[in-house]
Nanobody
Framework: QVQLVESGGGLVQAGGSVRLSCAAS????????VDWFRQAPGKEREFVAA????????YYADSVKGRFTISRDNDKNTVYLQMNSLKPEDTAVYYC????????????????????WGKGTLVTVSS
């Protein structure tokens, strides 16, 4: 198990940028693939971005492709989500989640595949 804590959320204007961080503690973080999910009010949790345990493989939801970038620093046990060109529809609670990566390049996009979850950080984009 790893414990995950998100930070970096807040209020930002449309077109602005925010960087979220997901800090991990516990087991060897470099063994885990990490995802970001989000949940807007009244909506289901949706996949945003994923990164393999090595950091060499990434995948994005179509809705954020070209605007968001996921990265990781295994020395710091941290995964980041750089969010640019934000839109009001990006408003949501953002969660990071981790799962043991079967291979160094493995990524996962289903919430059911993730074993460890943070409590989330709220990002509000004003128009």
């Amino acid at each position: 198990q790893v414990q995950l804590v998100e930070s970096g959320g807040g209020l930002v204007q449309a077109g602005g940028s925010v960087r979220l961080s997901c800090a991990a503690s516990g087991r060897t973080f470099s063994n885990y693939a990490v995802d970001w999910f989000r949940q807007a009010p009244g909506k289901e949790r949706e996949f945003v971005a994923a990164i393999s345990r090595s950091g060499g493989n990434t995948y994005y939801a179509d809705s954020v492709k070209g605007r968001f970038t996921i990265s990781r620093d295994n020395d710091k046990n941290t995964v980041y989500l750089q969010m640019n060109s934000l839109k009001p529809e990006d408003t949501a609670v953002y969660y990071c989640a981790a799962a043991l990566g079967r291979f160094s390049y493995s990524i996962y996009t289903s919430p059911a595949a993730m074993d460890n979850w943070g409590k989330g950080t709220l990002v509000t984009v004003s128009s």
